[in-house]
């Protein structure tokens, strides 16, 4: 694929992307990444976001999102960019889509302390510290959680 000449857009995901996306999560999340039974839900459950960044036909990022209408809530629920696509504006595309998509006046997400370049992202995009998780994530450490009140 050629960087280049080459913008992204961003599209619907269907269990189609299962494959691409397996590939996806293991390079984003390693040990935290989701099993393939949770990957093929987050594709098909009725009523959840799945938004994809294509560049010619294929997967280079996705977004999921999860809105809890009774609370005023949407959750991203995951996020992710394959490396060789990152720092082109393609996360926070991803990001600005899924918080449109699910329509909610608040937006939360949570993340790794130490994952400074997404904290970087979301308080761009004007998340904020609300709570903190203690050892939340596989190996122990504490999940910062963010929100982004939505104007
Ligand atoms: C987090 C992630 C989705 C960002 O995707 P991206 O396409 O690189 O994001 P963008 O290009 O839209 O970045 C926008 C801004 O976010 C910040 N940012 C993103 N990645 C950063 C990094 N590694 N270091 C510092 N700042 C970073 C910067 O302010 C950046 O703007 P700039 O490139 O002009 O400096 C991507 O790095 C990724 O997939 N990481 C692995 C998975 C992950 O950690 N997901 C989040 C889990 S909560």
Redesign the pocket.
């Known amino acids: 694929m050629d960087k280049s000449s080459s913008p992204f857009k961003i599209e619907a995901a269907s269990w189609r992307d299962v494959g691409e996306l397996r590939t ?1 999560e293991q ?3 390693g040990q935290d990444a989701w099993p393939f039974i949770e990957l093929l839900a987050a594709l098909t459950f009725p009523g959840l976001v799945r938004l994809k ?1 294509v560049v010619d036909g294929h997967l280079v ?1 996705f977004v999921g999102g999860d809105a809890e209408r009774e609370n005023n809530l949407g959750w ?1 629920t ?6 060789a ?11 600005n889509a899924a918080e449109v998509a699910m329509n909610q006046p608040k937006v939360r ?4 302390k130490s ?4 904290v ?6 004007g998340y904020k510290p609300v709570d903190l998780w203690k050892s939340y994530y596989v190996g122990g450490e504490d999940a910062l959680v963010m929100e982004k009140v939505r104007d």
């Not at 997400?109 to 790794?112: I, K, P």
């Not at 994952?115 to 997404?118: I, K």
């Not at 970087?120 to 995009?125: A, S, T, V």
């Open positions: 996806l390079e984003c999340f960044a990022g991203i995951t996020i992710g960019v394959f490396a696509w990152r720092r082109q504006g393609i996360g926070s595309s991803l990001l997400l949570c993340v790794r994952n400074a370049g997404a970087d992202l979301y308080l761009r995009e």
